[in-house]
Nanobody, 125 residues
């Protein structure tokens, strides 16, 4: 069973950058497609980005395209989200997720059996 732990969140001024990490336990991390989701206060959880098991394919929500970059290091069992040009609308708790099927992660209707604690990102003006 792969466990996921998010980190790297913080308080950042609008226009700034942050890099989130998701550390995975277990030996099957490289077999999973991975994704990032976020949930802002009072809002539904929404899809942010996904990456295939090899890292060769990525997919982004329109709201973050061109600003965020998802990547992974299978040797380190770690998923990343580089966030640039941050906006106040990016304020949310960010969660990582895994699935056997890459395209299954697309869209906000995807749901995990359980979510980790997430990492808080707060963007101020």
């Amino acid at each position: 069973q792969v466990q996921l732990v998010e980190s790297g969140g913080g308080l950042v001024q609008a226009g700034g950058s942050l890099r989130l990490s998701c550390a995975a336990s277990g030996r099957t991390f490289s077999s999973y497609a991975m994704g990032w989701f976020r949930q802002a206060p009072g809002k539904e959880r929404e899809f942010v980005a996904a990456i295939s098991w090899s890292g060769g394919s990525t997919y982004y929500a329109d709201s973050v395209k061109g600003r965020f970059t998802i990547s992974r290091d299978n040797a380190k069992n770690t998923l990343y989200l580089q966030m640039n040009s941050l906006k106040s609308d990016d304020t949310a708790v960010y969660y990582c997720a895994k699935d056997w099927v890459y395209s299954a992660l697309f869209g906000s209707s995807w749901s995990a059996p359980s979510w980790g604690q997430g990492t808080q990102v707060t963007v101020f003006s």
